[in-house]
């Protein structure tokens, strides 16, 4: 199910998890961020900030399978 994000002005919290380590496909075991994801994160506009986090609910669901 996918979140319905807020307006593009407000962001979202930081899906990070506090549990920071990148498995072999590249993305946080935590909280499935690439690491230029997570890297760029404060300095995303609000906008970018949900762009990924829909990314990271695709990922969730391609990995369910």
Do not use: F, H, N
């Not at 961020?33 to 995303?44: D, F, G, M, Y």
Request: contains cysteine; aromatic residues 4%; proline residues 9%.
């Amino acid at each position: 199910m996918l979140e319905v994000p807020a307006p593009a002005s407000s962001p979202p919290p930081s899906p990070c998890v506090k549990i920071c380590s990148l498995d072999e496909r590249g993305y946080c075991v935590g909280c499935l961020r690439t690491v230029a994801e997570i890297a760029r994160w404060s300095a995303l506009s609000a906008a970018e900030q949900w762009q990924v986090i829909a990314a990271i609910e695709r990922r969730k669901m391609s990995l369910k399978r």
